[in-house]
Structure formats: structure tokens, C-alpha cells
């Protein structure tokens, strides 16, 4: 099974970072209509998040010939906020993929510590939202990223903790 994903790396939890100088990027890691934006707008912490990028650029929810600059635009902002002095950023993304989390690896000029906030929704659950939203076309977007959900590996150097305190609900993930 490649979602939900499986690593129980929680152990390794971490308090927050080592250094109160060091900088933050909290990734949201979870399907499309998991919940990763509702939980990124309540934590008062600058957002980056790529579809308002992408709509921000085209007034479109999806546009492929740009998503280049998509997402080369949201590494630029997640270095320009902690250039501007902002000790924590969250990344509102899936980070799915190794791909996806890789382009958000530190900068050197302004090195931050990645963790991620796992959204433990269900696949099903999050088709039934979008079955009951506005783009039902969803469905086959959640189904291909559960279906090649790429886990956390140990060489990424991201820290899997309980951001905003759900790390009971871990188990939801083995439902269906
Ligand atoms: N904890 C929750 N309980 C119930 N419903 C929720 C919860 N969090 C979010 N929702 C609802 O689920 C839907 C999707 O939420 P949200 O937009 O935050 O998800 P998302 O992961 O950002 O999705 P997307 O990847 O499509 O941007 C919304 O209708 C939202 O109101
Ligand atoms: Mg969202």
C-alpha cells in the first residue's frame, strides 16, 4: 500500500528546532481535500501554497504549461518569507512525491529544517468530499496520488511530527 503512508518515523519526534535561530518549513503532506489548507490557514503562519499561485497567475485552478514557474514561484516565496524574518513557513501542498519535496530542500544562503504536518484523512473520505464539492473531477486526481504515493524516506531529512497535536488519529490512515 503506498497510501496511506506508513512511516512511523514519529518516534523520532522532535520538539521543535534545535536552535531558536533555526527556521521551519512545516509541509502539509496529504491527499487533495484532505484538509491541508483548512489546517494551514488557522496556524497564523505565513502560507505558501502552489494552486493559489497557480490561480494567482492565471485565474485558473489548473494550467499545466506554467507549472513550472508554478512552483519555482513557491520556492522563491518560501526563501523570500524567511529572508524577510519569519521563523516558521508552512508549504499547503500534497508533498506526495520525492520530486515535489525535494524542490523545497534547504537553501544554503537561508537553511531551514523541513518537517511535516501529515493530514491523516482517508482516501475515501476525501473522494466523498469531492464528490459532494464543485469539481467531482477530483476523484481521479486523489485516486492516482493514493495510487503512487511516494513515502517519506529516511535520507530526506524530514521530520515527521505532530503538528497541531493529531498524532492519535495516525491509525485512520489504514482505513480505506
Ligand atoms: N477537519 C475537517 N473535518 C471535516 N471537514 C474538513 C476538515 N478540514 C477540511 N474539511 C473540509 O474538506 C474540504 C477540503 O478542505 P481543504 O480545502 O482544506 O483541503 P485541501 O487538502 O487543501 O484540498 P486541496 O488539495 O484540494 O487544496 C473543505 O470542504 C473543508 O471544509
Ligand atoms: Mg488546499
Same mark, same amino acid.
Given at each position: 500500500?503506498?497510501?496511506?503512508?506508513?512511516?512511523?518515523?514519529?518516534?523520532?519526534?522532535?520538539?521543535?528546532?534545535?536552535?531558536?535561530?533555526?527556521?521551519?518549513?512545516?509541509?502539509?503532506?496529504?491527499?487533495?481535500?484532505?484538509?491541508?489548507?483548512?489546517?494551514?490557514?488557522?496556524?497564523?503562519?505565513? =502560507? &505558501?501554497?502552489?494552486?493559489?499561485?497557480?490561480?494567482?497567475?492565471?485565474? $485558473?485552478?489548473?494550467?499545466? #504549461?506554467?507549472?513550472? +514557474? %508554478?512552483?519555482?514561484?513557491?520556492?522563491?516565496?518560501?526563501?523570500?518569507?524567511?529572508?524577510?524574518?519569519?521563523?516558521?513557513?508552512?508549504?499547503?501542498?500534497?508533498?506526495?512525491?520525492?520530486?515535489?519535496?525535494?524542490?523545497?530542500?534547504?537553501?544554503?544562503?537561508?537553511?531551514?529544517?523541513?518537517?511535516?504536518? =501529515? &493530514?491523516?484523512?482517508?482516501?475515501?473520505?476525501?473522494?466523498?468530499?469531492? $464528490?459532494?464539492?464543485?469539481? #467531482?473531477?477530483?476523484? +481521479? %486526481?486523489?485516486?492516482?496520488?493514493?495510487?503512487?504515493?511516494?513515502?517519506?524516506?529516511?535520507?530526506?531529512?524530514?521530520?515527521?511530527?505532530?503538528?497541531?497535536?493529531?498524532?492519535?488519529?495516525?491509525?485512520?490512515?489504514?482505513?480505506?
Amino acid at each position: 500500500m503506498k497510501y496511506p503512508p506508513t512511516d512511523n518515523r514519529e518516534i523520532d519526534i522532535d520538539d521543535g528546532p534545535h536552535e531558536p535561530s533555526d527556521k521551519v518549513l512545516i509541509m502539509t503532506h496529504g491527499l487533495p481535500r484532505s484538509g491541508k489548507s483548512t489546517w494551514a490557514r488557522e496556524q497564523g503562519t505565513p =502560507v &505558501v501554497c502552489p494552486d493559489a499561485i497557480r490561480l494567482a497567475k492565471t485565474g $485558473l485552478r489548473w494550467f499545466g #504549461p506554467i507549472e513550472h +514557474e %508554478v512552483w519555482a514561484t513557491a520556492r522563491t516565496m518560501v526563501r523570500a518569507l524567511f529572508l524577510a524574518g519569519h521563523k516558521s513557513v508552512i508549504l499547503d501542498s500534497t508533498t506526495g512525491t520525492r520530486q515535489q519535496r525535494d524542490m523545497f530542500l534547504p537553501s544554503q544562503d537561508v537553511p531551514w529544517r523541513r518537517y511535516l504536518k =501529515v &493530514v491523516p484523512t482517508t482516501r475515501g473520505t476525501c473522494i466523498l468530499r469531492a $464528490l459532494s464539492g464543485p469539481y #467531482p473531477e477530483l476523484v +481521479e %486526481v486523489i485516486n492516482f496520488m493514493a495510487d503512487n504515493w511516494e513515502p517519506v524516506q529516511p535520507e530526506e531529512e524530514v521530520i515527521i511530527t505532530n503538528w497541531g497535536g493529531n498524532l492519535g488519529k495516525f491509525l485512520d490512515f489504514m482505513k480505506p
